[in-house]
T-cell receptor, first 113, second 117 residues
Framework: DVKVTQSSRYLVKRTGEKVFLECVQD?????MFWYRQDPGLGLRLIYF???????EKGDIPEGYSVSREKKERFSLILESASTNQTSMYLC????????????FGSGTQLSVL | AQSVAQPEDQVNVAEGNPLTVKCTYS??????LFWYVQYPNRGLQFLLK??????LVKGSYGFEAEFNKSQTSFHLKKPSALVSDSALYFC???????????????FGPGTRLSVLP
């Protein structure tokens, strides 16, 4: 079965720190996604990537950047963390098929103090 | 643009009773519809999907969902709820007539299901 692995389950950072969230998938999927989950707001797309070195902004890209140097790895970067970026971050991947589902990692709960 | 509504923030049901979690959607073309479940401190897990064909779709853990095109709904159902079904449920839609991109996969806000013993 597909495995999507997020490097940290819980992370605590200080305001202004640079934060890296890592995600690795093992099924050779073309597409990878970063979502943010907040109570009452559901999942909001931050960035997605459809190929190595390719990226597209999602609904809420401000304050974030991404990197996809290898097909299996998609990193989310908070250049200067702020308290309003405290949230659950979910990585997902999928194949190129339109009817294919997304496979999710277990999530990283980030707290910015 | 497509959208998904889950009109209930919270659904409470007694163990052994049937459960329904509601979902309505809006797309300009034809939809692919999905249900996901999230257990505490976990990522989302796929439950079932509707692509085409039979309007009643069966999925994991005894769940099923009924696609109703005229009502643009895709309600999740289970004949007999278990306490272990307590979780957060997300409905999602993709418009098959739009080019694939990450924004063409829209999630609802989620419904918290509590099954009481």
């Amino acid at each position: 079965d597909v495995k999507v692995t997020q490097s940290s389950r819980y992370l605590v950072k200080r305001t202004g720190e640079k934060v890296f969230l890592e995600c690795v998938q093992d099924m050779d999927h073309e597409n990878m996604f970063w979502y943010r989950q907040d109570p009452g707001l559901g999942l909001r797309l931050i960035y997605f990537s459809y190929d190595v070195k390719m990226k597209e902004k999602g609904d809420i890209p401000e304050g974030y950047s991404v990197s996809r140097e290898k097909k299996e790895r998609f990193s989310l970067i908070l250049e200067s963390a702020s308290t309003n970026q405290t949230s659950m971050y979910l990585c997902a991947s999928s194949s190129d098929s339109l009817n294919e589902k997304l496979f999710f990692g277990s999530g990283t709960q980030l707290s910015v103090l | 643009a497509q959208s998904v509504a889950q009109p209930e923030d919270q659904v409470n049901v007694a163990e052994g009773n049937p459960l329904t979690v509601k979902c309505t959607y809006s797309v300009s073309g034809n939809p692919y519809l999905f249900w996901y479940v999230q257990y505490p401190n976990r990522g989302l897990q796929f439950l079932l999907k509707y692509i085409t064909g039979d309007n009643l779709v069966k999925g994991s853990y005894g769940f099923e969902a009924e696609f109703n095109k005229s009502q643009t709904s895709f309600h999740l159902k289970k004949p007999s709820a278990l306490v272990s079904d307590s979780a957060l449920y997300f409905c999602a839609v993709r418009d098959i007539n739009l080019p694939f991109n990450g924004q063409n996969f829209v999630f609802g806000p989620g419904t918290r299901l509590s099954v009481l013993p």
